[in-house]
């Protein structure tokens, strides 16, 4: 009872915060909720059972195509369009979810993230050899502010207030299955699968399980950036965007939720600030530097952080409350031994 | 008919090439060194910039490329993956600290050539047409084809019967055991990487001069195929990846002609995905039933 409460608080927490924020802030902040949703998936994934998926960008254009389309096809009040939307978006990012989970039962950590990364460089092909509608991509459904909404709130921060509220949807049962038994089962297939097997666990199932249950929030995350920008578009969910999910995860710390949180924070607004920063170097220099600076520092700041931080900003914060040791600890053990 | 096989062949030699260094490192020393296509695509604008500036000829200019591509493979390796030995998660943060480094070399290059695309001199290597039974070649597809081949054979040989390659080979069976007996592994380890890398940047030269040029997205464009070449053939599999690298090419030329050139990369992941459930790794890996 008690994770469902907090989720709920820190929900009404966010829609709060929306108020402070002027309209881009809550576009971007809308944008966090997106990808907080996949990399809290990933993270899980990556942190409890070990495997490590380069691939999430995918899964959530998978549940952007399957909102886009399924929510214009509605007819009907927009509560209904958004449900149904929504409803497809599971549903399509769970089933490429259950296909990737039935290799990857089957697969070892490098052929595993091998397979991911193929499937993201493979997205484009499929956009425009799929009816998807190649590199233009699909539209999103427009969702207006409610009219008893209207005088209140711009744009932006209704959209902000449906991205919160959908991840809030997507990350708690995340958590809950993480803390409850299915989690003890991960951490056991991934401490010793022909332990865990003697167990009566089977690894298998395990697996392929916790890739549908990380596809699902990530389908959502998709989703709510659907919503945001109103189109899905297969340049959207490229490699860079697919290893930045990954990087959220690392930063963070992995198998950790707030961690999550803040990796996301972390890569939608850097990026973001040394563009920003560029935009202020003049003429020539900054041209050159244009869009580039940002993956420089990016990556130099990433390597420094793998080699110097091992344990993700979620470990920085364990060490610092040191005094009271978290129930369930940050698993740090990760693919491939 | 024969055309299409036989271009698929030419290209099937570039990714093998690729390939091969990608595979080279994992084989050794089990790390994914995803800064490997950064590197290929180095290796296309320093073979370009280094043929515009001198106009060396071909012949000298692949060594030349080849040298930075090993000085490029030992800092690859002194940056991204010496930091991490002997830590738990060794194999993941390397994999991490790899792409980041990937992504600094390709800002790197942006930085130094800009957006453009690059191109070889007009006229800097001969365009000429062969016809062999009715196949029509280039030069620069034979040349290609040669070197590949060349390498490929060299390394095997320098592998399986020089006592850096037994070196090499008591590394990745056992480091500690090969420290033991006396094997340098700190060399070991950069003298692996080195080659990978230098085979890695001859590929990219190789693929720009056959191109005529190149894009800061050289690496990104060989990338799915090349990760396909190395999965298909069982990671850290020489013959696998020389073997995996030409039927995909093959796979890609008659794609190209029968449906057309989008479906490349939805059929190399098609014929990716379908391997790996059926063999979990790849047609030439080996099943291991426990892995320590």
């Known amino acids: ?319 610092l409350r040191a005094a009271r040791p978290s129930r369930l600890a940050t698993p740090t053990t990760t693919t491939e031994r | 008919m024969l055309q299409q096989l036989a271009n698929g062949v030419f290209t099937g030699s570039i990714y093998a090439l690729f390939a091969i260094g990608f595979t080279l490192v994992f084989g050794i020393l089990r790390h994914l060194n995803l800064a490997h296509p950064a590197v290929f695509t180095a290796g296309a604008f320093v073979g370009i910039e280094v043929a515009t500036r001198t106009a060396i000829p071909v012949w000298i200019l692949f060594p030349v490329v080849a040298v930075f591509g090993a000085l490029a493979g030992v800092l690859v390796e002194r940056i991204a993956f010496r930091p991490l030995r002997g830590r738990d998660d060794e194999h993941f943060a390397g994999l991490i600290s790899s792409v980041a480094l990937g992504g600094v070399v390709i800002a790197l290059l942006q930085a130094r050539y800009g957006t453009e695309p690059q191109s070889f001199p007009r006229e800097y290597f001969p365009n000429q047409l062969f016809e062999i039974a009715g196949i029509r070649v280039t030069l620069t597809q034979l040349v290609t084809l040669g070197l590949a081949l060349v390498l490929m054979l060299g390394l095997a040989w320098l592998v399986s019967a020089t006592s850096l390659g037994r070196a090499m080979r008591a590394v990745a069976e056992n480091p500690t055991a090969a420290q033991v007996v006396g094997v340098n592994v700190g060399w070991v380890t950069a003298g692996t990487y080195a080659m990978s890398s230098a085979l890695g940047t001859v590929a990219g030269a190789l693929l720009a001069l056959n191109l005529g040029q190149a894009g800061r997205d050289l690496g990104a464009s060989i990338e799915l195929v090349g990760f396909a070449v190395i999965i298909l053939g069982g990671l850290g599999s020489l013959w696998g990846a020389m073997a995996a690298g030409v039927i995909l090419g093959l796979a890609e030329a008659l794609t190209i002609t029968y449906f057309d050139s989008t479906w490349k990369g939805l059929v190399a992941f098609a014929l990716l995905f379908a391997v790996l459930v059926l063999r979990p790794r790849g047609l030439f890996g080996h099943v291991k039933v426990r892995e320590v």
């Open chain 1, 1 to 319: 009872m008690k994770i469902p409460l907090r989720a709920l608080l820190l929900t009404v927490l966010g829609i709060g915060a929306t108020f402070g924020l002027d309209p881009f802030r809550n576009y971007q902040l809308a944008t966090v909720a997106a990808c907080f949703a996949a990399v809290a998936g990933l993270t899980v994934l990556v942190g409890l059972t070990g495997q490590l998926s380069l691939g999430h960008a995918v899964l959530m254009a998978a549940g952007g195509y399957g909102f886009a389309f399924a929510a214009s096809a509605v007819e009907g009040p927009w509560p209904l369009a958004l449900l149904v939307g929504l409803v497809a978006a599971v549903a399509v990012a769970g089933l490429l979810g259950l296909l990737l989970g039935m290799a990857a039962a089957r697969l070892r950590g490098p052929y595993l993230a091998g397979l991911t990364l193929a499937l993201v460089i493979a997205l484009p092909s499929a956009a425009s050899t799929l009816p998807l509608g190649a590199d233009q991509g699909a539209r999103a459904p427009f969702f207006a502010v409610p009219e008893a909404l209207a005088a209140l709130i711009a744009l932006e921060q209704w959209h902000a207030w449906l991205a919160i509220v959908i991840a809030a949807v997507a990350v708690t049962p995340l958590v809950m299955l993480r803390s409850g038994r299915a989690g003890l089962r991960m951490r056991a297939v991934l401490d010793d699968e022909t332990a865990a097997r003697l167990s009566g666990v089977d690894p298998g199932l395990v697996k392929a399980g916790a890739f549908v249950a990380s596809a699902v929030p990530a389908g959502l995350g998709g989703a709510i950036l659907a919503i945001a920008t109103q189109q899905v578009t297969p340049g959207g969910y490229g490699l860079a965007f697919s290893l930045l999910l990954v990087v959220a995860a690392v930063v963070g710390g992995l198998g950790s939720i707030g961690g999550a949180a803040i990796g996301s924070v972390l890569i939608v607004f850097l990026p973001w600030i040394v563009d920003e920063l560029v935009a202020a170097v003049p003429s020539d220099l900054g041209q050159r530097l244009d869009g580039n600076l940002a993956v420089l520092l990016f990556g130099a700041g990433l390597i420094a952080m793998t080699l110097a931080w091992p344990g993700g900003a979620a470990r920085l914060l364990d060490r």
